[in-house]
């Protein structure tokens, strides 16, 4: 089955704190994986993972993927009121494919940051 | 550089009518998706166009349908809207590298 689940659901943490968000996926022949940011509006692009083991870093955000574990985590240190969102996570096409914009996401996770 | 730009932001329509949504991508982007973003099911994929076909169907019905000019610009349409279809439409834009960049969506009500 094609799922994505994401965990935890929802995190409470404090300005400051490191937090580490997971995405584990089914679907193995993928081209890529990707991690949003959405607060009111539309996601926000983080992260696009393509391959296995390489970290990306921007900022206080770092992800990386594991395609032998079939799971992918999203990192953020020194947390702050700014990074309160939910965090989606979205398997990418199917490899050898021609589409490029059919996502399948998870159910997100909600962080809340209080100061 | 300009984002993908959907119209309109809001609307509010009743059972039975039908709707228009507008996306216009990024410059330079041929790929445009579309998703519903409900509570209780998340971000579903409806389909995506590329250059003026529809290249990819999610699972929805066929009131649901789409269409993509040859500017790149898309629309979607709703027709004989139920209560169930109120949600947040996003459009999406993608270059070849894969990586998609969201709209700011139209948030449907339908009463």
């Known amino acids: 089955e094609d799922k994505v689940v994401q965990s935890p659901l929802s995190l409470v943490v404090h300005e400051g704190d490191t937090v580490t968000l997971n995405c584990s996926y089914e679907v193995t022949n993928f081209r890529s994986l990707l991690w949003y940011k959405q607060e009111k509006k539309a996601p926000t692009f983080l992260f696009m993972l393509?391959?296995?083991?390489i970290e990306k870093k921007s900022g206080r955000l770092s992800s990386i993927l594991d395609k032998k574990e079939l799971f992918s985590i999203l990192n953020i240190t020194a947390t702050q009121t700014g990074d309160s969102a939910i965090y989606l996570c979205a398997r990418g096409p199917n490899a050898g494919g021609t589409s490029y914009g059919k996502l399948t996401f998870g159910q997100g996770t909600i962080l809340t940051v209080h100061p | 550089k300009a984002g993908v730009t959907q119209t309109p932001r809001y609307l509010i329509k009743t059972r039975g009518q039908q709707v228009t949504l507008s996306c216009s991508p990024i410059s330079g982007h041929r790929s445009v998706s579309w998703y519903q973003q409900t509570p209780g099911q998340g971000l579903q994929f409806l389909f995506e166009y590329f250059s003026e076909t529809q290249r990819n169907k999610g699972n929805f019905p066929g009131r649901f349908s789409g269409r993509q000019f040859s500017n790149s610009r898309s629309e979607m349409n709703v027709s004989t809207l139920e209560l169930g279809d109120s949600a947040l439409y996003l459009c999406a834009s993608s270059s070849y590298t894969g990586e998609l960049f969201f709209g700011e969506g139209s948030r449907l009500t339908v009463l």
């Open positions: 393509t391959s296995s083991g």
